[in-house]
């Protein structure tokens, strides 16, 4: 069963920019249509298909759990030139 998606990842793709963002950002962008959760996802599979950059920041805090943030933009121009030299060869 295929389920229909609020936002399409091409359109939530078309949103990012040279700016690093997480996934609350890029919702806020998007004017908070869809659930964040959903967005988080599109991003990450966009992600995991080189269509945008994704990034991890960690850190120990002193106290409480390690945190982990992710990021995202779109490709940079470098980075899309190779990614479509990997496809053609």
Do not use: F
């Not at 919702?27 to 991890?56: D, F, P, T």
């Amino acid at each position: 069963m295929v389920r229909h998606r609020c936002l399409e990842d091409e359109t939530i793709a078309s949103y990012l920019d040279d700016e690093w963002r997480t996934p609350t950002a890029v919702h806020r962008l998007l004017q908070e249509r869809g659930e964040s959760y959903k967005i988080a996802i599109a991003l990450e599979r966009l992600a995991r298909a080189g269509k945008i950059e994704n990034k991890y920041e960690g850190s120990m805090p002193k106290r409480g759990s390690p945190v982990c943030i992710d990021y995202y933009r779109r490709l940079q121009r470098l980075r899309i030139s190779y990614y479509r030299r990997l496809q053609t060869a």
